[in-house]
């Protein structure tokens, strides 16, 4: 694909000048700045829109109707290492 971009003279001169230092064709150094910044200006990789975020936590949620609710204390530190608190391993040991 070909486009004409008109520079303003300043811009011009640094991208001639950037394009001389590297050895590089005019087109070329242009086409790359262009490809480096669309590219810095994407999401990074693996990052979610806010619309896809909600649509994953709504794919989470379906079905969480069903599960028992539980009180506040089920999820106390306690409760998670109740086997290791009273003197057995949760895994035994070989």
């Given at each position: 694909m070909?486009?004409?971009v008109d520079l303003n003279p300043e811009t011009e001169a640094r991208l001639t000048a950037q394009a001389r230092s590297q050895g590089a064709p005019l087109e070329k150094l242009a086409?790359?700045?262009l490809a480096e910044a669309l590219t810095e200006s994407s999401?990074?990789?693996g990052a979610l829109t806010v619309e896809e975020f909600h649509h994953m936590l709504e794919a989470m949620?379906?079905?969480s109707e069903k599960l028992p609710n539980l009180p506040t204390e089920s999820?106390?530190?306690e409760s998670f290492y109740e086997d290791r608190l009273d003197?057995?391993?949760a895994?035994?040991?070989r």
């Open positions: 070909t486009i004409r086409e790359r700045l999401p990074p990789h949620a379906e079905g999820f106390s530190r003197g057995r391993d895994v035994p040991r």
